[in-house]
């Protein structure tokens, strides 16, 4: 898994059945070289030397397959979400590289791969695709919960009470990357390490007011977002403590809107993915949200390996037919299962 943050790659080793039987095993991550990073964001929208830096993900993503294969003592499947350059429902287009066929070759392991595309193609969002692992994880806890993941884009999985099956799954609005990007254009550091930065400053109050006038917090769920759908440019003129302050204000709200749209208010919130570890941030949604507000290691779960472990479940689901996405998850019109398959 190569998320929207442009961190690294997380790997994970789960054994599953696809269905509701989950045992988690091995996980590692291993973070980008500064210049590949800049090599893979130059990508994004499709621009760039995408074949090259397509082929450079792979044999990176190859490198780490086999550091895990040696953790875990073999691995028969591999899910291999690639990396997002660019994600365009509304024109039917969802683009992620990653060479399925070379990962299979350079690993000597069977690959799926390809997992959005046909969601899409059918007229669904292509994301989130992690909320039937959550609904699979979640069979113990009391609902309905929301399960949210703060990664470059934040989305929320909300289940609820009805024989367990209710699921509703969206983008609640940016995530990390707006904060990480301001940071990194202001200070030179790659995130900010627990809100320190937002911390110090102030959060200015109209600018957040501009930003969430953005139409995309009108449209009903499911809904999804591109890392860069967003314009920043009211944030601007401001320092860079009251710009983290004010961008981190800006995923809070937006979470907190979204909660306007669940059909039934979650009893506590689980939170995964880097947001998690943002003190300020998760101090924020408590206040705005008014119930627990955890991460998601409070039951058990690796907050880290999480969506990659999904791409691992998703995959086993893939080669058994079961559907990878459902009305409520993408929006798509019936329960649509996908991925493509390479053998080494």
């Known amino acids: 898994m190569s998320g929207t943050s442009l961190d690294g790659i997380d790997a994970a080793v789960i054994r599953t059945d696809g269905v509701s039987h989950v045992e988690t095993g091995a996980f590692i991550t291993v973070p980008y070289e500064e210049g590949f990073r800049a090599r893979l964001r130059g990508c994004l929208g499709g621009q760039g030397p995408v074949a090259e830096v397509e082929r450079e993900l792979t044999e990176l993503h190859a490198g780490v397959v086999n550091q895990l294969k040696e953790l875990a003592g073999g ?41 959005r595309t046909a969601d899409v193609a059918a007229g669904g969002q292509g994301a989130p695709l992690v909320p039937l692992y959550h609904q699979a994880l979640a069979t113990e806890l009391e609902r309905p ?14 289940l609820g009470r009805r024989g367990g099956k209710d699921v509703l799954a969206f983008d609640t609005g940016p995530g990390n990357a707006l904060i990480d990007d301001w940071v990194l254009s202001h200070t030179g550091q790659p995130y900010d390490a627990d809100g320190a930065l937002a911390a110090s400053g102030t959060m200015d109050r109209a600018v957040l007011d501009r930003l969430m006038t953005a139409a995309y917090f009108r449209k009903a769920p499911p809904k999804s977002l591109d890392r860069d759908a967003f314009d ?19 995923t809070a709200a937006a979470v907190a809107r979204s909660a306007g749209q669940l059909p039934q208010p979650p009893v506590r919130w689980l939170v995964t993915g880097g947001g998690r570890r943002n003190g300020h941030l998760m101090a924020l949604l408590r206040a705005m949200l008014g119930v627990p507000v955890e991460p998601v290691d409070s039951v058990g779960w690796h907050g880290d390996a999480l969506e990659a472990q999904a791409f691992a479940y998703l995959a086993v689901r893939s080669r058994a037919g079961l559907p990878l996405s459902v009305p ?17």
């Not at 798509?332 to 080494?344: A, D, I, L, N, R």
């Open 75 to 115: 691995i028969d499947l591999i899910g291999f979400h690639g990396h997002t350059i660019l994600h365009a429902p509304e024109r039917r287009k969802t683009w992620q590289i990653g060479d399925g066929t070379l990962l299979a070759k350079l690993t000597g392991i069977p690959v799926v791969h390809d997992f």
């Open 145 to 158: 919960l929301a399960v949210l993941n703060i990664g470059g884009v934040a989305n929320v999985t909300w």
């Open 328 to 344: 409520g998850t993408t929006g798509v019109p019936s329960p649509m299962t996908g991925g493509q398959f390479s053998e080494p």
């Open 232 to 250: 920043v440019t009211p944030v601007a003129a401001l320092g860079a403590a009251d710009g983290a302050a004010t961008l981190t204000a800006f």
